[in-house]
């Protein structure tokens, strides 16, 4: 499954202009959707990515979104349930639900109430209350984070909407093994990208794991009428959301034709991922859109299982 950012020209702005933009990744190669998750992020920057899923959902009612990554600890894991079921209504199967800790910006915790210290158990924690609560039993929890007594969500998901961690950490790791449906990565090479899925399976014995993995990889990529172009698209984007010198991220970050592209991510598919969030940097929205769909089209020839 390949899919690119749901974009802020595709959640704000008229309606028909939005409208256009999600007609042509209907249109295209592209699989799905993925969008982001931040409360205040450095400069104020923020989007929930509950509400941006929903829109994105009711827009394009047969394309999946991908929430990439919610930041569950900042939230009760009640409400959030809710949350899923109500966009399960409309949405169902079209939902995946990527879970982080966060990024550098402690602040963004602070502001919450979170500890950053400890937003990484209190994310465990989440997770395991959030599995229970999406059965449509009555279930109860107690931890010390938060606590809550038969507490019933119905209706529970149909199918069951899958939880894929994220993060590069040893703790991350090991939540993807121990608690998720898969593990998405950022910033790593296909190296170790294959070595943490071989360390995830050896993790996973502790518990009956899902038959069928999903593991993912979150990339930004730069495309340009040439590789300077492409280039000074991708370093532009990335240093003003991250705040950090591009050369921090250049080795994990592709650009150039949608043929170098597909190329550099090939490797990745080989080592087993199976879900590629490919943001674009290009001179437009349109395309950024149509190059990724040329990307997605070049690696689902080489790689026919991507189609589902």
């Known amino acids: ?3 690119t950012t749901g974009s802020a020209e ?4 008229d309606f028909e202009s939005r409208s256009v933009l999600i007609k042509q990744v209907e249109q295209s190669e592209i699989d799905h959707l993925f969008i982001a998750d931040h409360i205040s992020f450095h400069t104020g920057l923020g989007m929930d990515g509950m509400v941006n899923a929903a829109t994105l959902a009711a827009m394009s009612p047969k394309t999946t979104i991908f929430i990439g990554v919610y930041l569950l600890a900042l939230r009760h894991p009640v409400p959030v349930a809710r949350q899923l079921s109500s966009i399960a209504l409309s949405a169902s199967g079209r ?3 990527g879970i982080g800790v966060g990024g550098e910006d402690r602040h963004e915790m602070e502001i919450c109430g ?3 210290t400890r937003r990484g158990k209190q994310t465990n924690h989440c997770m395991e209350a959030l599995d229970g609560l999406l059965t449509g039993e009555p279930f109860s929890y107690n931890c ?7 507490a019933l969500i119905k209706p529970a998901p149909t199918p069951a909407i899958p939880m894929i961690v994220g993060g590069r ?4 790791i090991r939540r993807a093994a121990l608690l998720g449906d898969g593990w998405l990565g950022v910033w790593c090479s296909p190296t170790r990208f294959g070595a943490v899925l071989s360390e995830i399976n050896e993790l996973a014995a502790e518990r009956s794991s899902p ?4 593991h993912g990889l979150q990339v930004w990529t730069g495309f340009g009428r040439n590789d300077k172009a492409a280039k000074t698209y991708l370093a532009t984007q990335m240093e003003n959301m991250y705040r950090t010198p591009f050369e921090r991220f250049e080795k994990y970050s592709p650009y150039g034709s949608p043929q170098t592209v597909a190329e550099l991510l090939a490797p990745y598919v080989e080592q087993g991922c199976r879900w590629l969030n490919v943001k674009a940097c290009a001179a437009s929205e349109e395309q950024g859109i149509e190059a990724i769909s040329e990307v997605a089209g070049l690696l689902k020839k080489e790689f026919p299982d991507l189609e589902s």
Request: proline share 4%.
């Open 1 to 3: 499954m390949i899919g």
């Open 114 to 116: 979170v500890d950053p």
């Open 10 to 13: 595709m959640l704000s702005g």
């Open 169 to 172: 950490s040893d703790a991350a």
């Open 144 to 150: 010390e984070f938060f606590s809550f007594s038969d």
């Open 95 to 97: 939902i995946v639900l």
């Open 211 to 214: 038959s069928v993995w999903q």
